[in-house]
């Protein structure tokens, strides 16, 4: 019997970043029911947007095995997700809760949990590759970017400059390769940023309404 092999976009047995991978160690030990590995991408392959969030959550992903599934900031995202016409259900706390997502698909910039939630820059760049393939293999229309990082992350991708697009809330930018696709910036839609009333429930649903008339008019 084989365990999980590397697809595209994921590898279940990478160890590339040492303190990640130690971390992910100690916390299977501590939380044996943990998923503690890198998490995998959710949704189909050739889904029109692509959703890059941070890393998994330490009590979300890291627990579930799933992009935000069981965290504070898949509360927003797939209720609104859902709102849109993206996700079949308002909301997601375990793997089996039967949430599928409509021409969408979910991922990190970094896809093994950081310690305090907070990749280091070399991290998120040797973790790049991943994303990199991820986008080559979906083709998305649009890609949704939560937060700086996720943006950075999506450009390094892409091998764009990151002085010529730069991140802010609700910003677009039309990307130049070969799809055409548009990148959509949002705040990461986190438990912190929500409370501290950086991002709104109404600032985050007006990024993905945007995203679903782009969609919808490039049909």
């Known amino acids: 019997m084989t365990g999980p092999i590397r697809q595209p976009g994921y590898d279940p047995n990478c160890r590339?970043?040492?303190?990640?991978?130690?971390f992910l160690d100690g916390v299977g030990k501590k939380h044996a029911g943990y998923h503690a590995r890198p998490v995998?991408?959710?949704g189909a392959r050739n889904a029109k947007l692509l959703?890059?969030?941070?890393?998994p959550g330490m009590h979300g992903a890291n627990r579930t095995g799933r992009?935000?599934?069981?965290?504070?900031a898949g509360i927003l995202l797939y209720r609104t997700l859902h709102k849109f016409g993206f996700a079949n259900q308002a909301g997601s706390d375990r793997t089996d809760d039967g949430l599928k997502l409509i021409d969408c698909r979910v991922t990190n910039a970094v896809k093994c949990l950081p310690p305090q939630n907070r990749p280091l820059p070399e991290e998120v760049r040797r973790c790049n590759h991943y994303l990199a393939e991820e986008i080559a293999l979906v083709r998305p229309r649009a890609i949704l970017a939560l937060g700086a990082v996720a943006h950075g992350a999506v450009l390094r991708a892409l091998g764009l400059a990151p002085a010529r697009h730069r991140f802010a809330h609700r910003a677009v930018h039309d990307l130049a390769w070969p799809l055409g696709a548009r990148l959509f910036d949002s705040y990461h839609c986190s438990r912190y940023n929500t409370q501290t009333k950086r991002l709104s429930?109404?600032?985050?649903?007006?990024?993905?309404?945007?995203?679903?008339?782009f969609l919808r008019g490039s049909r």
């Open 67 to 72: 992009p935000f599934t069981g965290d504070y």
């Open 201 to 213: 429930a109404a600032g985050f649903e007006a990024v993905v309404r945007d995203i679903a008339k």
């Open 16 to 22: 590339d970043c040492p303190r990640l991978a130690e």
């Open 40 to 42: 995998a991408p959710f």
């Open 51 to 55: 959703i890059v969030g941070l890393a």
